[in-house]
């Protein structure tokens, strides 16, 4: 599986960005998806995570109510529309798919451990 993010940019404090992110091959429909995220000299951290039915969105606390995940199991896409941005929000965006089967059980779904496929990141600046 590889995956290929795209949308990050400089956006001003208070603006908007969608992020997308494909995946190639044909399990994407049985997979969780996450976006993850890291600042510089910080470890990456949970911000989303959408499951492969698209039944369960989990959302890092810090997000509150401000983004939204969402896939398109057709397109093998996960999208992340971040709005209300703040400077906190800079960071490196990373796509990340986790294994069909145990990995995906939604009790993982926040579980960075578990997803085993990652994009190569994008980056998101926001500006003050």
């Known amino acids: 599986v590889q995956l290929q993010a795209s949308g990050g940019g400089l956006v001003q404090a208070g603006g908007s960005l969608s992020l997308s992110c494909t995946a190639s091959?044909?399990?994407?429909?049985?997979?969780?998806m996450g976006w993850f995220r890291q600042a510089p000299g910080k470890e990456r951290e949970f911000v989303a995570a959408?499951?492969?039915?698209?039944?369960?969105?989990v959302y890092a606390d810090f997000v509150k109510g401000r983004f939204t995940i969402s896939r398109d199991n057709a397109k093998n896409t996960v999208y992340l529309q971040m709005n209300n941005l703040n400077p906190e929000a800079t960071a490196v965006y990373y796509c990340?798919?986790?294994?069909?089967?145990?990995?995906?059980?939604?009790?993982?779904?926040?579980?960075?451990?578990?997803?085993?496929?990652w994009g190569q990141g994008t980056l998101v600046t926001v500006s003050s």
């Open positions: 990340a798919a986790a294994r069909s089967g145990i990995d995906s059980l939604i009790v993982y779904i926040r579980i960075i451990q578990r997803y085993t496929y």
């Open positions: 091959g044909r399990t994407f429909g049985s997979q969780n």
């Open positions: 959408i499951s492969w039915n698209e039944k369960t969105a």
